[in-house]
């Protein structure tokens, strides 16, 4: 009989290649090797790796899974941090009522700053040193939650290093709706609407690399004609200027 645990985690034995130890094909049951998390907050969609923690993204819930350390609380709230023998310690929520839904795709990170989306909620987030911040009500609130609300809509993210910014694309059916849009820090909003789709992408080194129908697109190549995305050429770029009356 089979079950799927999909608000749980378990882990193997250690691999060390420096003493030549290979335990990740063991799971002595015989060993607190399971971290269950609360299955109010729905199933995992996504782990990230930061500094000496488990960043876990629940469809309702952001978590912080200490590694090697637990959590004691005192009597004021405040948090004290202790080591232990386990391997994932206590798992700590980040204030607000945000997850990723099911859309893991959306999750991007640079540095400190990870960027994901709440489809549940209509909202894009930021998760950095300090929290939890919506950055999607940044001057842009309606027009996410018209965006965002369509249950045809498929939700990609990707940090474009080498213009410094978070582009999130909506994917959708029909092909007047898909677009992108882009997130600047330096601005702390959003800067850009652009013409393209990108499915999966990446930045290495500097460079920014996207994938359509199994190519590979480098991004601000000198020998592409501007305008040009994915082998197609779009309309000229324009500038809109919004002043109130």
Partial sequence: KQKTNKSGLIYSGLYNSRNDVN???????GEKITKELNTEYG?????HARN???????????????ANKDALFNADGNVNLVS????LGQAVPYGGEYGISKDPESFA????RIYFSDKSRNAILR?????????????????????????ELKIVGAYDQFADQYIISFDH?????????????DVDGWVSRLTYVIKPALSINGKFYSFNNGDLYEHYHPSVPRNTFHGDTFKSSGVQLIFNQ
């Fill in 23 to 29: 335990n990740l094909n063991e799971f002595n049951t």
């Fill in 43 to 47: 199933s995992i969609q996504k782990l």
């Fill in 52 to 66: 000496t923690d488990l960043i876990a993204f629940c469809e309702d819930k952001v978590l912080r899974i200490l």
């Fill in 84 to 87: 232990t023998n386990n391997v």
């Fill in 109 to 112: 990170t640079n540095g400190s």
């Fill in 127 to 151: 998760l950095s040193n300090d929290g939890l911040t919506i950055i999607s009500s940044k001057g842009m609130k309606s027009y996410f939650r018209d965006k965002i609300n369509s249950q």
């Fill in 173 to 185: 059916a029909t092909a007047a709706e898909a677009e992108s849009v882009s997130f600047k820090e």
